[in-house]
């Protein structure tokens, strides 16, 4: 099984309804294994993750602050728990992406 992981040259900066954009690769890999750095100035809320690809894709975001970061409700921010799962300053959150609920859901 193949794992690709991806990495930007400096963090992301989000801010308040942003959307985290999901890193993509050409080619079919088994696995893609995907991460996203980010330092967003303050706390965030109504942040946005941009659909999976694949069932049963990995995405990480690594907060690299001091601020948190809340996602908005299901419907919008494609993630199951919405509100419910916000990711603490110093803190990483892995979700794996559902095709049938068209939702990440964190592990």
Do not use: C, H
């Amino acid at each position: 099984m193949s794992t690709l992981t991806w990495q930007p040259a400096a963090p992301a900066a989000p801010t308040t309804g942003s959307t985290i954009a999901i890193p993509t690769f050409t080619g079919t890999p088994a696995k893609q294994q995907l991460k996203v750095y980010v330092q967003p100035a303050g706390n965030i809320t109504g942040v946005i993750l941009g659909p999976g690809t694949t069932d049963g894709q990995e995405f990480t975001i690594i907060n690299d602050s001091a601020f948190s970061i809340t996602f908005d409700v299901r419907a919008t921010s494609r993630v199951a728990d919405g509100v419910s799962t916000p990711v603490a300053a110093n803190r990483a959150a892995r979700f794996t992406w559902s095709t049938p609920g068209a939702a990440w859901f964190r592990e």
